[in-house]
C-alpha cells in the first residue's frame, strides 16, 4: 500500500511540474505578442532628405533625413526601402508606446537620421530619385554600379 502511495505521490509532482511549465510558456508567448502591439506606429514627418554618393566600389549611396517628432515619447521606428524602376522608396516609421500615464514633452524633437540605401549594387548609370515619406531628391548615378563579373540588373 505504500507503494501506491508514493507512486500517486510522485504522478502528482510530476503532473504539477507540467502545469506549472505549460502555464509559464503561455505567459511568455502572451507577453511577446502583448510587446509586440504595445506602440503606436506611424511615419516620421520629414523636411528634407539630403543625397551623398560614397567614393567606393561598388559605390554606396546615403540618405540623411531631417525632419520631426511629434513629441518626447515618440522615436525612430524602421526604415523600410524599396526599389521601383528608378525610385528608392523609403518608408521611415515612428513608434510611440501605447502607455497612456507616461508623460511626454509636447514639442517638436527635431532628427537627423542617415539611411543606407539597400539595392544600390546592381544598377545601371542614370539619375535616380529618392523618395522619403513623401520628400524627393533625385542624384546620378555617372557609373554602372556592379562589379565587372557580374551582370548588371534591369
Do not use: H
Amino acid at each position: 500500500m505504500e507503494n501506491n502511495t508514493q507512486v500517486k505521490n510522485f504522478f502528482y509532482v510530476i503532473l504539477a511540474l507540467v502545469i506549472v511549465l505549460v502555464a509559464f510558456v503561455l505567459i511568455r508567448k502572451n507577453k511577446r505578442a502583448g510587446e509586440e502591439s504595445q506602440y503606436e506606429v506611424g511615419q516620421a514627418m520629414v523636411d528634407s532628405i539630403d543625397i551623398t554618393l560614397k567614393e567606393s566600389f561598388p559605390v554606396q549611396v546615403d540618405v540623411l533625413v531631417k525632419g520631426n517628432l511629434p513629441d518626447g515619447c515618440t522615436e525612430l521606428g524602421d526604415a523600410k526601402q524599396q526599389l521601383l524602376g528608378k525610385t528608392f522608396n523609403i518608408n521611415l516609421e515612428t513608434r510611440k508606446l501605447k502607455d497612456a500615464d507616461v508623460m511626454c514633452t509636447q514639442a517638436l524633437v527635431p532628427f537627423e537620421e542617415t539611411i543606407a540605401l539597400e539595392n544600390v549594387v546592381g544598377i545601371t548609370a542614370g539619375e535616380y530619385t529618392v523618395t522619403v515619406n513623401g520628400v524627393s531628391k533625385t542624384f546620378v548615378m555617372d557609373v554602372d554600379n556592379y562589379i565587372s563579373n557580374e551582370d548588371p540588373l534591369k
